[in-house]
């Protein structure tokens, strides 16, 4: 990073200069670090929408262009060309596997695949109608009382053991969710399957007769687990990071991010599309609803719509929708009522002013949800599959945090606007 050109700032009469840096690719960042102690103020960016709250390796976003980079590699050649498995170790390595070491990391993942028998006790004390995201909060975060020796995070061997065990256990703890949730017996995992046929197994076997994974099917998880893995400094990663600047324990800090990905601004947009599909109902009403979607007055927005990174089209989207028509192509749902009103939807909102103007698009959730469904995955478990993928970037976004030397905890700012100073008055007064 190169900070030769400076940035001026004139306060009150008085100039500070701050270094501009600059990234491999990406917009240039003014380092105000020393803003506070210069002039006596901070910055005002609700919603950090011209924030860069760290420096990262991992992933790379052109909202404009549409391009997303894991470790310089476009999301395109990856999800075509690697397994998710592959993936998860080029984001926490910088580099893809060899064969060696790919085989290596797959029999690692698969020997941390089962969950301690206390672990899976939890489960009973969830009622059977919880939300499974509520329970995946609790479980990922009670693997923190399993593993208290992830605290030494000076110690690489601990920090890869926390990795190789998020990575090999959400799946299983997705899957359990599932299975406690439909009254049914817990499906252990199965080594002589892939990392998506093994997950298809524990969410749809039972054990009474055999079970074989779709392999069409197995590759569109594999896909979409690849498509979330990781999306940068989001809300959910910045959670994860801002949890772990304290120092706390890695699984609690991936719980935090399990929690706010649940919110349908962020990964329970497709959930929330599901939702609006089955309430619209019919192709006939779509018209209705895009009205709504348009008229200022009406909350209403349209879910899988629109993406605050992405202002040109999503490249994952573009994928995802591939994948979509390939899995119900091989399962015969072309002429699915959910899936016709989807691509009506899809249709009229690409050719709508409004959506082209405010460079709206279908994102990632918009079809993400409707293939899930195909699969036979309800709604409500969506986001878990969301998480199971996305704990690879978590993970990876906490460990690039704790090695690095510049590392502080995270501590925000604000502009206070309560009252001013004042007295308590006696009770009488109140
Ligand atoms: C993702 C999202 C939060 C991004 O928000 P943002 O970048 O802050 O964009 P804004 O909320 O400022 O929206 C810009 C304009 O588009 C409109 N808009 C944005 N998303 C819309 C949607 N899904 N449906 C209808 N209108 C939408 C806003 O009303 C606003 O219109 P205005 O300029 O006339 O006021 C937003 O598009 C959204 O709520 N989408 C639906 C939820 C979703 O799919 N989330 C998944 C993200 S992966």
Not at 31 to 43: E, Q, V
Not at 106 to 134: C, T, V, W
Not at 147 to 158: C, G, L, Q, V, W
Not at 195 to 206: C, I, K, L, P, S
Request: glycine share 8%; with cysteine.
């Amino acid at each position: 990073m190169s900070n030769e050109r400076i940035a001026t700032l004139s306060v009150d009469g008085n100039s500070h200069e701050f270094p501009i840096l600059s990234g491999t690719h990406g917009n240039d960042v003014i380092d105000i670090r020393t803003l506070g102690g210069k002039t006596g103020m901070f910055t005002y960016d609700s919603g950090f929408l011209s924030t860069g709250s760290c420096k990262s390796a991992i992933t790379f976003i052109d909202g404009d262009k549409g391009e997303l980079l894991y470790r310089g590699y476009p999301i395109e050649q990856l999800a075509d060309q690697c397994t998710f498995l592959e993936v998860a170790y080029l984001l926490r390595k910088g580099e893809l596997p060899n064969a060696a070491q790919k085989d290596e990391f797959e029999r690692s993942i698969k020997n941390h695949a089962m969950l301690h028998d206390q672990l899976m006790r939890f489960y009973n004390g969830f009622r059977r109608d919880a939300h499974p995201m509520a329970i995946m909060v609790g479980i990922v975060g009670a693997l923190s009382a399993f593993y208290h020796e992830a605290m030494d995070f000076s110690d690489e061997e601990h920090r890869t053991m926390s990795v190789y065990r998020l990575i090999a256990k959400l799946p299983t703890i997705v899957a359990m969710a599932y299975k406690y949730n439909m009254g049914q017996q817990f499906m252990f995992p199965r080594n002589d399957l892939n990392y998506a046929e093994n997950f298809m197994h524990m969410m749809f076997a039972t054990p009474c007769e055999e079970y074989k994974p779709n392999p069409v099917v197995a590759h569109a998880l594999d896909v979409i687990f690849t498509l979330h893995a990781d999306h940068e400094q989001n809300a959910s990663t910045s959670t994860v990071r801002l949890a772990g600047s304290s120092g706390a324990n890695p699984f609690a800090c991936i719980s935090a991010g399990i929690a706010c990905l649940w919110g349908p601004a962020h990964g329970g947009a497709n959930e929330a599309c599901l939702n609006m599909l089955e309430e619209i109902g019919d192709v006939s009403r779509v018209g209705e609803y895009i009205k709504r979607a348009k008229d200022k007055d009406d909350s209403f927005r349209l879910m899988g719509f629109g993406h605050r990174v992405y202002k040109n089209y999503d490249p994952r989207a573009k994928l995802m929708r591939k994948v979509c028509y390939d899995v119900l192509g091989e399962l015969g749902l072309e002429n699915d009522r959910l899936f016709k009103l989807a691509m009506e939807l899809e249709r009229i909102a690409l050719e709508d002013d409004f959506f082209v103007e405010r460079k709206l698009y279908p994102n990632v959730d918009f079809y993400s949800g409707i293939v899930q469904k195909a699969i036979g995955i309800p709604t409500s478990m969506f986001t878990c599959v969301f998480a199971l993928a996305r704990t690879v970037g978590w993970i990876t976004q906490w460990e690039e945090m704790i090695t690095d030397p510049e590392y502080k905890i995270g501590r925000p700012r604000q502009l206070y606007v309560g009252p001013a100073r004042r007295d308590v008055p006696d009770m009488a007064q109140r």
